[in-house]
Structure formats: C-alpha cells, structure tokens
C-alpha cells in the first residue's frame, strides 16, 4: 500500500515538472506577436473558395511584415539602446514605445491592406485589436499592467467564435480549441511568474471588449 502511495506521488510529481516545462513554451508560440498571424490564416482558411491563392499570399505577405518583421526589427532596435530588456515587455514602462508603434502598425493595415469592403470580418478584428492596444496603452500610462498575451489570444477567440457563428461553419472545435489554448496561455503566463491573476483578467477583458463591440457590426 506506502509503495502504490509513492509511485502514485512520485508519478504526479514527475507529471508537475512536466507541465512546468511546457507550459512556457506557449508563451512563445501564442506571443501576441503571432496572433495577427494565426487570425489571417484561419480567415483565408475558411473564406477558402473566395480568394485566389495568389491573393492569399500577398495578404499573408503584408501580414508577416507589418505586424511581425517591422516589431521583430523595431525591438532589436529597442533592445540595442537599452528601452526594452526582454521579448516579453516585462516592465510596464518600457511597454509605451512598442505599443505606440502597434497602433500605427495596425491604422496601416486598416486603412491600406485588410480594407472593409474585400475583407471584412478581417478588417473589424484588427480594428478590434487596434482598439485593445490603445486601451493597453491607456493602462501602461496609468503604470497598470494588463497581459498582452491574454488581451491577444482572448481577442483572437472571440474573433474565431464569431466567424463560425458568421460563416455558419459545422465544427464546434476551433472555437472550443481557442477557448482552451486562452486558459493554457493563463497558466503558462502564471507558470512563468510574469503576471497575477489581475493583470491576466485585464488583458483578457480588454481583449474581448472590443472584439465584442465591433462583432455586431459584421456578424
């Protein structure tokens, strides 16, 4: 019986340190940074038959510069002269600079690239995004720290569910995939000590807000 109590405990142990591992791989692989990303290719995925493939690419062409070369290029800048220290922004005043330029990133694609009459549900996310970026902005003026990573994945759900609700798509597991890899990203976000529950509940509220508030315009 004390022998099946250790290995029982000795097995959850090992299953802990497991967890431990891997759950901060998320934090780099669903990096606010990729979301844009993940949501433009899960939208030409679905609106498959309405693209050509060589409209895809350009779109996703435009994606990967604007939202992940030019912030990829702009934080090694940044590093280079000492404002940011780590790809994470841990420091809620070092948060100003890369924030400013997301807004503008994402003005761009609003007005330029993901244009309301060829892209719309497209085009209503980012501006979903545009609005959550300035709200965290807000927050970091204030020296309030919301959680990029939960405003990013939250909105990215909310922005799936609504597709599929939209689209009228017959498959309930991208939705429930999204809301489970939103509560793996809290976790992996805990795990690494790089948020508190608050912090990880404004980014998510903030995320969700205005994914919300523009899904009525395009739903």
Request: net charge positive; aromatic share 14%.
């Amino acid at each position: 019986m004390a022998k099946n109590i250790i290995c029982l405990y000795l097995f959850d142990t090992t299953k802990c340190n497991v967890l431990k591992k891997i759950l901060p791989i998320f934090s780099y692989i669903l990096h606010p940074i990729f979301i844009s990303m993940y949501a433009t290719l899960f939208y030409l995925f679905c609106k498959d038959d309405i693209f050509t493939n060589q409209e895809k690419y350009y779109v996703l062409f435009q994606i990967l510069i604007i939202t992940i070369l030019v912030p990829i290029l702009f934080f090694m800048l940044l590093r280079s002269t000492g404002h940011v220290k780590s790809v994470m922004i841990h420091e809620t005043s070092q948060r100003k600079i890369p924030l400013v330029l997301q807004c503008f990133l994402y003005i761009l694609l609003v007005k330029r690239s993901i244009i309301i009459t060829r892209y719309p549900e497209l085009h209503f996310f980012f501006l979903g995004a545009l609005f959550s970026t300035i709200l965290a902005l807000v927050c970091s003026l204030f020296k309030i720290k919301a959680s990029l990573h939960m405003m990013a994945i939250s909105g990215f759900a909310i922005f799936v569910i609504g597709l599929s609700i939209h689209l009228q798509i017959q498959n309930p597991y991208w939705s429930a995939l999204l809301i489970l890899l939103t509560g793996v990203v809290a976790s992996s976000r805990l795990e690494m000590e790089a948020h508190s529950p608050n912090e990880l509940l404004i980014g998510t509220f903030i995320g969700i807000l205005p994914q919300l508030l523009f899904l009525y315009l395009w739903l």
